[in-house]
Structure formats: C-alpha cells, structure tokens
C-alpha cells in the first residue's frame, strides 16, 4: 500500500475517534510489535479471542458473540476471523484478550486472570494482542453511556480498538523468540 492511502486510512481512523466519543490509549510493544507479524499468523485464518468481563449482565456466550462480530473487518490489511471458538487455522500461541470492566493493566492481560474493576456508567475496555504471555500491543478505551451490544457505541468502541491494536507501522527486523517460535503452526 503506498503512503497516501496509507495516511488516509489512518486520517480517518482519528476521525472516527474524534466523532464517536470513544477516549482510548494505544501502545505497542517497540521491541517485539510488527504489522508484518499481525498479518503472517492471521490473515485468512481465526483469531482467538478471549472475552473478560461481562458489563451488560447477560448470557456470556452471547456477549462474546457480540464482541467478536463487532471485531469482524476492524483491522488494517487482509481479514482475519475474530472468534472465540477457533478451528485448526489459529495460531495456537497468539490470541486477543479484551477485558471488559477490569482492574488489570492491560500490559498484564496476557498472564493475569480477570480481574474485576468498578461497574458504572462509564463502560471501560482493556485489549492486548499477545503471544504466548507476552504483550505485542494494547489499548486502553472508554466511553460514556452505553446500554448493551446494541447501542452504536458498543459498535464504535470495539471497531476502535482493534483498529488501534492492529496498526499498520512495521518493524525492521522480524521477530526471533529465540528457538523460531515465530512460525505459524
């Protein structure tokens, strides 16, 4: 992709980010963070993702449900299949935690078990791409009054953050853990 459209497309993601309400945070790991990375282990194949939290009180599995639909098309690049029930495709090492509602860091979500935080009108977000126990990227979001799955902000804040946990910047070099666990299974 050249830079033009490249620019464009990040153009309007912030503007996205400035119409919906949705306040967030994003980082990447800089020493192990790479979009080519992000691409490799799951372009055209499901993605794990893990559901933490419930905020709206509702059956869990169709509240996973929700939030993987609405990660469906979010990120940069060729799809990937956001799901919670992964088939053979997945990389078995890489997966997608999003915390609803929690008092972990998101930094931390890839090792610690949920951890729940304060319940209120403010509805809160805590995603991070992990590999194994390790956290490539992260992002933290808020938005103010959302009433379930439905309400067009739940929409908005979910599209944001995989938007922002998935960005398109590329490292130099492509990451070695040591033994060349880096290839896709």
Known sequence: ??????????LAAATLGACSGVHLQSEVAPSTYDYQNFTLYHAGRDTLVE????????NSAVFAKAVTDHMQGANFGRPTNFTTTPGPSAERKMRVVMAFNSAADSQDLCTAGFQPGAVGRVLSLKATWCFADRADS?????LDGVTSPQHPGFHDIIQE??????????????????????IPR
């Not at 992709?1 to 990040?10: C, E, I, N």
């Not at 559901?51 to 509702?58: D, K, L, R």
Request: proline share 9%.
């Open 161 to 182: 953050v995989v938007l922002n946990l998935f960005p398109p910047q590329m490292d130099t070099e492509t990451i070695r853990d040591g033994g060349g666990d880096d």
């Open 138 to 142: 992260w992002v933290d979001a808020t």
């Open 51 to 58: 559901v933490q939290g419930n905020p709206f009180n509702m």
């Open 1 to 10: 992709m050249s830079l033009k459209p490249l620019l464009s497309l990040v």
